[in-house]
């Protein structure tokens, strides 16, 4: 078979598994069926049962499935021509192995490719044989209540995150589960979970009718998806895909014989559909007789599930800090633009990374299962040309980063064989067999990190220098945007190289375009220069826009078309007819400004851009964005300062290995999904809509670094904490620590980010009263705390601003309490000194000076204030010691002129 053909009958493989079930969202839609078309498809599809005179269909789903396939199926790539390899055309009537009955016979399959699909879902599941028996009982299935105690319409999705056990502090939120996922489509908002009696109903009727609300959205949609991509069955498939997650990944999967809905339908047929491609290629391409493999499969005792006809990928980009903050001579004055290219330049790396072993393997995008922070898992098939096959991929990858980045930066991938029985979720020995197999997948990983490059296979160590030097110009010399590489070109009189000016476009086409479109050949449109794994980048707008490109589509040399918008409010749906990629940060522009917020930058010598509302800004304006203008005058106060701030989740290693008494691959690929989506897709939209003036340089997988006005972004911090709590359903084993540095903008970016990353270090190593480790902290000014005291320091400022205007505190005994602060926190130290206990004593003192000071204060007065400054401020410093003054600070730096 040719390798486009391959391609093609992977994809349509790949489509068969991830529909087969369809039909639960389609049933529980209640949409109307003729009366005997319905029994037609119950008996061909479902599970009949008899008993006492009674006929009864169970796993009616599987019936819908067809129908609902019926329904949609104008809008596929076709299905009926002469060419529909593996499968049947539907064009036959007689045809039994049709791709329809591929996806809708899972619970009674009969051939092949049917087997594959239905073996597939249950490795997805994670299915003991006798589980399994269980579950395709049609006895057992009659049960049709979940572990919540709800029906298949009224349940609603649990959520994995409240699952989550580290401690035994947490037991008890298996037990009480009280969160669950609104039934809504994928929104900024719709990720987070609401309370079991806010979003679930005993009436089965209103629970029906939100179903069929969300089939109509799913519809309408669906046909947003250009006519022209489905002759392209795998652009057309990334499409669908991200449709799918739109609208399903909020639908509980398995709603039946009191299980727990905790699995998206989403996850459970992407894996599914990774699963059953990877199967059916491994029998394919090994040539294997069709009739043996079917009867082993149809075996219950499984006699091949033991066999490694699975291969999974992992791939990790390194140097992510190195590739961000290159700097040269002229770093600083295009900052804000290069981050924000560099940033987005990381995420297209990794997407291109994993497009390339897709498309050399001849595999759909579905097989691509995890895709967040820089890391991504594939699933193949386990045949040596596969393993042949990566190792040039491998090789191709690292001669690009060798020659565009000088082995600063590269992507590791790291194979491990797999066979179905590892992905089981029971406990044998002590351990679930796909815990095991997790176990492994983070070892291969981290043994790939120390191999990079592959420094000791070359023949020759010299390659790398001599490209250097036949590429560098005397007369240009190093780049001076990254000053690393040889310089080809000018930029406003300064010479760069090509990589340094693909970043700069970036951050200029973000500014513009929502877009990308990724081809084989350069179309001459908003195109970077450098292609990346053979792959030309461009940058496009409206649907219009796009669709001038109708003829690449067709020739097949237009290979992904991705959306990165932002979401532009909290509840629309995150699906406009385009795949979805959630790679573009928020970033600042100057949009409306009214007067006073355009006096804050009078005094800039830099003016570009400033009048162009879509124009991002530099770091020197967001440095100026939090300066409040003086009453009565054109002057403005508060410090001109940024504040670098970077996170990541705490233990996140042991939440996925450890942290799910039954893990599963579904359960896997879901976690990670989740995790990703509430600093990709949430934190941006919040940015946008809260903190206008912050830009997320990255945000993705568990981690996030962000740039802003120094007290809008601590502000934003304390602000991320609660929303994550929020997030994970107030599970107190899930949290993030973060670090802060304030600084002038004109330092440079590499020194923010260290700064930071040194902040973080510090929260990371948080210790309790007995000396334990426990995170789950930040560090702002040098001070190391957690969340509920940051935020109680942070709302203690904002009273000191209070005072300072109803009473005039002076500067000067503002100032004065820094050093009570650490007088009290001394106390606290193994060693203390004897006049550190006096620091009440000097408090009272000032205070009392302070106020004496005031003309026409009467002594009540003055008594009341002094109760009020005792509170707030002796209290304060009693209580967090040197850690009070960053109330102290943060209001200080509020009135620096």
């Known amino acids: 078979m040719e390798l486009a053909s391959l391609l093609d009958a992977s994809c349509r493989v790949a489509l068969a598994a991830y529909l087969h079930d369809l039909g639960?969202?389609?049933?529980?839609?209640?949409?109307?069926?003729?009366?005997?078309?319905?029994?037609?498809?119950?008996?061909?599809?479902?599970r009949k049962n008899e008993a006492g005179g009674r006929i009864w269909y169970t796993h009616r789903h599987a019936a819908y499935t067809a129908l609902a396939w019926d329904m949609i199926e104008s809008l596929f790539p076709e299905l009926l021509g002469d060419d529909v390899t593996p499968f049947g055309s539907l064009a036959d009537v007689n045809i039994d192995d049709s791709v329809i009955n591929a996806a809708a016979k899972h619970h009674k399959p009969d051939s092949l490719l049917q087997w594959i699909v239905a073996t597939a879902d249950r490795v997805a599941s994670g299915f003991e044989r006798e589980e399994f028996e269980k579950y395709n009982d049609p006895k057992e299935a009659d049960n049709d209540r979940t572990q919540t105690g709800k029906n298949h319409y009224t349940a609603r999705q649990l959520t994995l995150f409240e699952q989550i056990r580290l401690t035994d502090k947490n037991e008890h939120h298996r037990s009480q589960l009280q969160w669950r996922y609104?039934?809504?489509?994928?929104?900024?908002?719709?990720?987070?979970?609401?309370?079991?009696?806010?979003?679930?109903?005993?009436?089965?009727?209103?629970?029906?009718?939100?179903?069929a609300k969300m089939w109509q959205g799913f519809e309408n949609l669906l046909n947003k998806i250009p006519e022209s991509h489905r002759s392209n069955?795998?652009?057309?498939?990334?499409?669908?895909?991200?449709?799918?997650?739109?609208?399903?990944q909020a639908i509980p999967s398995a709603t039946a014989f009191n299980i727990r809905p905790e699995v998206s339908l989403y996850d459970h047929c992407h894996t599914t559909s990774a699963l059953a491609t990877a199967l059916w290629r491994y029998h394919y391409d090994k040539g294997h007789n069709t009739d043996e493999i079917k009867d082993k499969l149809k075996d219950s005792k499984r006699p091949d599930w033991?066999?490694?006809?699975?291969?999974?990928?992992?791939?990790?980009?390194?140097?992510?800090?190195?590739?961000?903050?290159?700097?040269?001579?002229?770093?600083q004055k295009k900052a804000a633009k290069l981050l924000r290219g560099r940033s987005f330049y990381v995420s297209l790396l990794t997407e291109c990374a994993a497009m390339k072993i897709l498309e050399t393997l001849q595999l759909p995008p579905t097989s691509q299962?995890?895709?967040?922070?820089?890391?991504?898992?594939?699933?193949?098939?386990?045949?040596?040309?596969?393993?042949?096959?990566?190792?040039q991929v491998q090789q191709e990858i690292d001669s690009w980063f060798l020659e565009h980045t000088y082995g600063q930066t590269g992507i590791g991938l790291a194979w491990m064989p797999a066979a179905c029985n590892d992905f089981l979720r029971g406990k044998k020995e002590g351990k679930a067999p796909f815990s095991a197999l997790i176990e492994r997948l983070f070892e291969a990983l981290n043994r790939a990190k120390t191999r990079?490059?592959?420094?000791?296979?070359?023949?020759?160590?010299?390659?790398?220098?001599e490209d250097f030097l036949s590429t560098f110009d005397g007369d240009r010399g190093v780049c001076s945007i990254n000053g690393i590489s040889p310089a080809t070109e000018s930029l406003g009189g300064n010479n760069i190289s090509a990589l340094a000016k693909d970043q700069i476009d970036i951050g200029k086409y973000l500014a513009v375009y929502e877009r990308l479109l990724i081809t084989t050949e350069s179309l001459n449109h908003n195109t970077l220069k450098i292609p990346v794994f053979g792959y030309y980048i461009q940058f496009t707008g409206s649907e219009q826009s796009s669709g001038k490109f109708g003829a690449i589509t067709r020739e097949r040399k237009l290979r992904r078309a991705w959306d990165y918008s932002v979401p532009s409010d909290p509840d629309t749906p995150l699906f406009n007819g385009y795949a979805r990629r959630y790679i573009n940060g928020y970033v600042p522009r100057f949009g409306e400004q009214n007067a006073w917020e355009k006096g804050r930058y009078d005094h800039l010598r830099e003016v570009e851009d400033r009048e162009d509302k879509r124009a991002f800004k530099s770091l020197e304006f967001i440095a100026c964005d939090d300066r409040r203008p003086l009453p009565q005058s054109h002057r403005y106060e508060g410090a001109e300062a940024l504040v670098t701030l970077k996170g990541d989740v705490d233990n996140l290693g042991q939440i996925f290995e450890k942290g799910l008494v039954e893990p599963s691959f579904a359960k896997m690929a879901a976690l990670s999904r989740q995790m990703n989506a509430f600093f990709s897709i949430w934190l941006p939209w919040y940015c946008k809509e809260n903190y206008s003036s912050t830009y997320t340089v990255f945000a993705g997988g568990d981690d996030f670094f962000l740039v802003g006005p120094w007290l809008s972004t601590m502000r934003l911090a304390a602000d991320m904490r609660e929303?994550?709590?929020?997030?994970?359903?107030?599970?107190?084993?899930?949290?993030?620590?973060?670090?802060?540095?304030?600084?002038?903008?004109?330092?440079?970016?590499?020194?923010?980010?260290?700064?930071?990353?040194?902040a973080l270090e510090q929260s990371k190593d948080r210790k309790d009263e007995n000396g334990h480790t426990i995170k789950d902290g930040v560090t702002c000014y040098g001070f190391t705390l957690?969340?509920?005291?940051?935020?109680?320091?942070?709302?203690?400022?904002?009273?000191?601003?209070?005072?300072?205007?109803?009473?005039?505190?002076?500067?000067?005994?503002?100032?004065?309490?820094?050093?009570?602060?650490?007088m009290a926190q001394n106390l606290k130290s193994h060693e203390p000194c004897i006049e550190s206990a006096l620091w009440n004593s000097y408090f009272n003192y000032r205070t009392w000076r302070m106020l004496e000071r005031k003309r026409g204060l009467s002594k009540a007065d003055s008594q009341k204030m002094h109760k009020e400054l005792g509170n707030l401020v002796g209290g304060g410093i009693n209580q967090y010691g040197s850690a009070f003054k960053i109330a102290i600070f943060t209001h200080l730096y509020q009135h620096r002129q």
């Open 233 to 248: 069955w795998p652009l057309w498939l990334d499409h669908f895909d991200s449709a799918w997650a739109c609208f399903t």
């Open 306 to 331: 033991s066999e490694e006809k699975l291969l999974l990928i992992q791939g990790d980009l390194f140097g992510i800090q190195s590739f961000l903050f290159a700097t040269g001579g002229e770093t």
């Open 24 to 46: 639960k969202f389609a049933e529980r839609a209640d949409f109307k069926v003729n009366t005997a078309q319905l029994e037609d498809h119950l008996q061909l599809y479902a």
């Open 369 to 391: 299962v995890i895709n967040a922070a820089g890391k991504f898992l594939i699933v193949a098939p386990n045949t040596d040309d596969t393993k042949n096959k990566l190792q």
């Open 786 to 822: 957690g969340w509920s005291e940051f935020r109680v320091l942070l709302d203690k400022g904002s009273e000191l601003e209070r005072l300072r205007e109803t009473m005039d505190l002076g500067t000067g005994y503002l100032y004065g309490l820094q050093s009570l602060a650490d």
């Open 723 to 758: 929303k994550f709590t929020d997030y994970v359903a107030h599970n107190q084993d899930i949290h993030f620590s973060a670090g802060m540095s304030m600084t002038k903008p004109s330092l440079p970016i590499r020194q923010m980010g260290e700064m930071a990353e040194e």
């Open 182 to 211: 609104p039934l809504k489509p994928l929104s900024a908002t719709s990720i987070f979970p609401m309370r079991a009696t806010e979003c679930e109903c005993e009436d089965t009727s209103s629970a029906k009718a939100e179903y």
């Open 452 to 465: 990079r490059f592959n420094l000791c296979g070359y023949q020759s160590p010299d390659p790398i220098f």
